[in-house]
């Protein structure tokens, strides 16, 4: 298989606090990679770090043959990664089709696919972002990066605070969008067993670090070494 | 068959009945026996003034306390070409004072627009107050102190001069505004245009999507400069005359004042802002020549306090509650 992301004993963080320590790992083409780990251990940071948010204290991202290095983050966005905030960051004064065309970039992602997708989102085309539910957020800022075309998608805890038929509808989509294979997305989530279930890959971090690389497989079947690595009790 | 993204814009935001209102009123007056034109030109000039500083504070957010430098820029670039170079033809003179402000736009907004709230501020304002300074100095080409004067102005397209009482410039300052008005609401109005409101609201989301922040809000800063030389060659050549003061903190005070009133982020805010502050300072300076500021002043802190949206925004509130009360 090809690959398409590749970070090579990254150390980052904000300003001067390094926050990931030698960070490696590389993402498969049309792969998928869960990001698991305790609050506060680096997940949301190495997204930020993919996207170029942060400040690089060392190493390498390479992304579809590129240098990203020094690359800015709209530049990067164009080069094909698209990115879900933890905090959605949808624009307020904008309507939901705002939203999603001041993002669009040519290729297969269109308004009436991302609407097929989030057919909710189309209901609701005409009003503002700050007029939709916390789950309608979520399909929004997904529904906004899908819109760049992206060939790597990177999701911050899209499930977090949303009611269950709400995370229900979204895991759908998400299954969708795996199973339509032209996509590579990396999935940051605290529900352990769910991003174990989704990833046909999983990475856990602890304090900045790298402390398993593998098969989801490997410890979906052992909650203990889960546990261990986790070093709190599993979220359901 | 699906739209393409500019068509949905535009579908949205198609003319509405109520927009053509402001123009109505701005061609009714002209007919007015005892219609003040000068004052009704000096309100058009600043309601494109106010219009070129919306699109930089109200749409994308940049806050400037320096925007009287394009006007200046314009006002003496069509000054000086028309007092030292002899081109008095108006309107070819209005674009060129447009292109200069705004290339003066694209290299001070490469500047400033690095950085970010106090000193963005105070940059913007610096540019200005140096501007000034030059103008000043440079006494022997702008006249200093005493005013640009000796300015001639071919009559409008070969056929109409400007006359005392004001009619042409009138009619010229709201062809002008006119035109400058569909501008900028095709721009507010466009998938540019709704980034920008996406850069005010969270510049790194947009970054993150892939817009590329710096140079859209350069772009911006850039025709909105063009847009206030443009006025500023317009108030040049209805007055014959440029003062330092185009260049003033004082314009660059009073045209956010405007704005403020009127509603920022709403286009025509810029009309309602201009209008409602001149009218005012007319009024006002009859009963107090020395006084009038004060009235401004407590109009201003009364908006600021009560009306957040400046007066279209108590509009807006007016017609939601009697939408309200009639569903």
Same mark, same amino acid.
């Given at each position: 298989m090809v690959e398409l992301l590749r970070l090579e004993d990254v150390s980052a963080g904000y300003g001067e606090t390094v926050v990931l320590e030698n960070v490696s790992l590389a993402v498969e083409a049309s792969g998928t990679l869960a990001v698991i780990g305790r609050n506060g251990v680096g997940k949301t940071t190495l997204l930020a770090t993919i996207m170029g948010h942060t400040q690089l204290h060392g190493g390498a991202i390479r992304f579809a043959g590129i240098d990203l290095t020094g690359m800015e983050a709209h530049a990067r966005a164009r080069a094909g990664i698209g990115y879900v905030p933890q905090e959605r960051e949808i624009f307020a004064s904008l309507t939901v089709e705002e939203n999603l065309t001041v993002a669009e970039r040519p290729g297969d992602w269109s308004l009436d696919r991302v609407y097929d997708m989030f057919p909710g989102l189309a209901n609701r =085309? =005409?009003?503002? #972002?700050?007029? %939709?539910?916390g789950g309608e957020q979520q399909m929004l800022a997904i529904g906004r990066a899908l819109m760049g075309n992206p060939k790597l998608l990177l999701m911050d $805890?899209? %499930? $977090? #605070? %949303?009611a269950p038929v709400i995370v229900e509808q979204l895991l759908a989509a998400m299954e969708r969008l795996r199973a339509s294979g032209g996509l590579t997305i990396v999935l940051v989530e605290q529900h352990t067993r769910i991003a174990l279930a989704f990833a046909q890959r999983t990475l856990v971090l602890d304090r900045g670090r790298v402390v398993f690389d593998g098969a989801s497989a490997e410890l979906a079947g052992d909650p203990e070494r889960v546990a261990r690595l986790i070093g709190v009790a599993e979220r359901s | 068959m699906a739209l393409h993204p500019i068509d949905h814009f535009a579908a949205g935001h198609r003319l509405r009945p109520i927009e053509l209102l402001p123009w109505a009123l701005a061609v009714g007056y002209f007919f007015l026996p005892n219609a003040n034109l000068p004052l009704g030109t000096e309100i058009l000039i600043w309601a494109l003034f106010a219009l070129s500083l919306d699109l930089v504070l109200g749409y994308t957010g940049i806050v400037s306390l320096g925007h009287a430098a394009f006007f200046g820029i314009g006002a003496y670039a069509a000054g000086l070409a028309a007092r030292w170079l002899g081109w008095t033809e108006p309107i070819s003179a209005l674009l060129f004072a447009g292109l200069v402000a705004g290339a003066a736009g694209i290299v001070s907004g490469m500047i400033v627009l690095r950085t970010h709230g106090l000193t963005l501020l105070m940059l913007t304002m610096a540019v200005a107050v140096m501007l000034k300074e030059i103008a000043n100095k440079l006494g022997w080409l702008t006249g200093g102190a005493d005013g640009l004067q000796g300015i001639v102005i071919d009559p409008v397209l070969g056929l109409y001069r400007f006359d005392m009482f004001g009619r042409t410039s009138y009619v010229y300052a709201l062809v002008v505004l006119f035109l400058a008005w569909i501008v900028a609401r095709r721009i507010v109005h466009s998938p540019f245009g709704r980034g920008l409101v996406g850069i005010r609201e969270n510049a790194t989301r947009m970054s993150a999507i892939g817009s590329p922040v710096m140079r859209r809000m350069v772009t911006v800063y850039a025709i909105s400069a063009a847009l206030a030389g443009v006025a500023g060659a317009l108030l040049a050549q209805s007055t014959r005359y440029v003062t330092l003061n185009v260049l003033s903190l004082e314009y660059s005070g009073d045209v956010l004042i405007m704005l403020v009133l009127g509603g920022m982020g709403r286009l025509y805010g810029a009309f309602a802002g201009a209008t409602v502050f001149l009218v005012l300072r007319d009024e006002l300076s009859k009963i107090s020549p020395a006084y009038w500021g004060f009235g401004i002043g407590l109009l201003l802190v009364a908006t600021v306090l009560f009306a957040r949206g400046g007066l279209l925004g108590l509009v807006d509130i007016a017609l939601a509650r009697i939408r309200g009360k009639r569903s």
């Open positions: =085309r =005409r009003n503002r #972002g700050n007029q %939709l539910s $805890e899209p %499930l $977090e #605070g %949303l | -």
